[in-house]
Structures are given as structure tokens and as C-alpha cells.
């Protein structure tokens, strides 16, 4: 089992920011994928943005522009900078860790027990 560790979820109104982090504490978080997700009251998990052992980044459609994922391996943590956010970017926001580079949930290993965030229009 690998614990990750979401934080940095609130209430923020719209067009704010909030930057999410994931705390992994295991020594091999550097060989990983680092993905985001999140899940919306009675909708399904959908990818939000991932980032690969080298740094190479992957974003939904919804996330460009927006969000910024990012990695500090020294620290085993993963982070989701997200800009202008929209009511509709309310949701649960897990972080995940695969070994492959993919947007498929079902393809990552660990998860996190997720964070709130929610955006007051």
C-alpha cells in the first residue's frame, strides 16, 4: 500500500484559486504517475490531469489553460495548481498513482481519500 494524502481543498468563489497537494509516503513516488481526478455529486470520476516520471503532462479539455500539475519528488508530493476556477469545478479531487501514463482510473493503483473542492458563483 502506498498512503498518499490529499490537502489544500476549501470554499473559494469563482475565478479564485486553491492549489491542491498529495503526500506520498513511500520512497518510490518518483517512478509513478501522478494523476488527478475528481468526482461531482452524482456524476462518474473523470481524469483532471496527470504527470509522468519525467514531467511530461497530460490535461482534460477542462483543465488547459487552468491547472497546472506538478511534481517535487524530493518531497514525494504531488500538486494541482488550479486558476479561474468555475462553479462547475466543484467536486471531490483525488490524486492517484499509476505506473503507466494513462487517463484511465482504473489503470492507477494507489488513491488518495480526496479533498473538497467548492466554487460559490
Known amino acids: 500500500q502506498v498512503p498518499l494524502v490529499e490537502s489544500g481543498g476549501g470554499l473559494v468563489q469563482a475565478g479564485g484559486s486553491l492549489r491542491l497537494s498529495c503526500a506520498a509516503s513511500y520512497s518510490t513516488f518518483s517512478s509513478y504517475v501522478v494523476g488527478w481526478f475528481r468526482q461531482a455529486p452524482g456524476k462518474e470520476r473523470e481524469f483532471v490531469a496527470a504527470?509522468?516520471?519525467?514531467?511530461?503532462?497530460n490535461y482534460a479539455d477542462s483543465a488547459k489553460g487552468r491547472f497546472t500539475i506538478s511534481r517535487d519528488n524530493a518531497k514525494n508530493t504531488g500538486y494541482l495548481q488550479m486558476n479561474s476556477l468555475k462553479p462547475e469545478d466543484t467536486a471531490v479531487y483525488y490524486c492517484a498513482l499509476s505506473t503507466i501514463f494513462v487517463v484511465d482510473a482504473t489503470r492507477y493503483d494507489y488513491w488518495g481519500q480526496g479533498t473538497q473542492v467548492t466554487v460559490s458563483s
Open positions: 504527470i509522468s516520471w519525467s514531467g511530461g503532462t
